[in-house]
């Protein structure tokens, strides 16, 4: 049988030029690696131990932590529910070692990350993507529209619709499709850890969408109906859209689909739109001001844009349109797929 060969030896020089090299030259990962002759990951496992303080052998293994050192106490649990309420962003690596700084009496040295994950978990925090609350959100409005959804209406008759900027181009998609775990334009942290049961939300100022349009038209039933364009979304051709895919779908009140809930786009307010509803003896309802958590259709629209990236080495090869895309991803949607997002918005 062949020897299993031994782990590589590394100098504490060694490991010491690889902190200098990034604190004092400005070194990144990969010139660190063609600098030092490292591997990719003996870098960055380096650096983030010498980050968080956790001490390394000269043979590049971890040194043994004792394990009674990693226990949290109380006021160490409490320190960490009390952080993770006003930073839920902060890693592991980071909780122990900002733990390690306030309480250094009870401590050898910095917690273990798996005893603060075990700690956070106990305390019912679970990490999961941030959904974003705009900071224009008016909380009155968007009281008063719940308080008309629990009281008068049912989620069988309303039916959701808005529009979607999805895609640039195919390049586009492609460059995209690998999971980041940060915004690549902002380099905000994407996920953060919040309560079970609760969402992590961060608040944002808003943005305005790219080309290709696609307006979907949604209910408790699953997508009804949809139009794609590659032009700008004005009152006329929003118009249009409305009475090609929405108007033959609404019913009387009390029914299924009775009420057509819009958000307060200008494009969305004209009055011609709510008489045509009015006249087929439906309703109209509008959603709080920069309030999209509380439209279905946003997480229909976060599954179509998924689908695309997903797919679009695939519409590449087989010389798709951007438009026709749009129309598979559409025709690919998981029929009971709407009921969970109506659950997951909070109807």
């Known amino acids: 049988m062949a020897k299993r060969a031994s782990a590589p030896r590394f100098s504490d020089d060694?490991?010491?030029?690889?902190?200098?090299?990034?604190?004092?030259?400005?070194?990144?990962?990969?010139?660190t690696v063609e600098q030092l002759g490292l591997t990719d990951w003996r870098v960055r496992d380096v650096l983030r131990r010498h980050d968080t303080g956790r001490p390394l052998c000269a043979d590049g293994k971890h040194a043994k932590v004792d394990r009674a050192t990693t226990k949290l106490t109380a006021d160490a649990k409490a320190w960490v529910r009390l952080t993770l309420e006003n930073a839920p962003r902060m890693h592991s690596d980071e909780l122990a070692l900002r733990l390690y700084e306030t309480l250094p009496s009870v401590f050898d040295g910095p917690p273990s990350e798996d005893a603060i994950n075990r700690a956070v978990r106990a305390m019912g925090f679970t990490c999961k993507k941030a959904t974003r609350v705009s900071v224009s959100m008016r909380a009155v409005e968007r009281e008063a529209y719940w308080r008309a959804i629990t009281l008068i209406f049912q989620p069988s008759q309303l039916i959701f619709t808005d529009e979607t900027y999805v895609v640039r181009h195919l390049e586009s998609l492609c460059q995209l499709s690998s999971r980041l775990p940060q915004n690549a334009?902002?380099?905000?942290?994407?996920?953060?850890?919040?309560?079970?049961?609760?969402?992590?939300?961060?608040?944002?100022?808003?943005?305005?969408?790219?080309?290709?349009?696609?307006i979907p038209v949604m209910s408790l039933a699953g997508v009804l109906d949809w139009y794609i364009t590659t032009e700008s979304v004005t009152s006329e051709l929003y118009e249009e859209f409305f009475h090609q895919c929405v108007l033959p779908h609404v019913q009387p009140f009390p029914g299924p689909h009775s009420v057509v809930v819009l958000d307060q786009a200008s494009t969305h307010m004209r009055q011609r739109l709510r008489r045509a509803v009015e006249r087929l003896g439906g309703h109209v309802?509008?959603?709080?001001?920069?309030?999209?958590?509380?439209?279905?259709?946003e997480y229909l629209n976060g599954w179509l844009k998924g689908w695309l990236k997903r797919h679009s080495k695939e519409a590449e090869y087989a010389h798709l349109s951007n438009p026709e895309l749009v129309h598979e991803a559409l025709q690919q949607v998981p029929p009971n797929a709407a009921r969970g997002w109506f659950i997951d918005a909070g109807y």
């Open 14 to 31: 060694l490991l010491q030029r690889v902190v200098r090299g990034r604190d004092r030259q400005g070194w990144s990962v990969r010139e």
């Open 185 to 214: 334009s902002t380099g905000e942290r994407l996920k953060g850890r919040a309560p079970e049961g609760q969402r992590f939300t961060v608040r944002y100022l808003d943005a305005r969408g790219q080309k290709v349009a696609a």
């Open 285 to 297: 309802l509008f959603l709080a001001p920069h309030c999209p958590m509380d439209n279905p259709e």
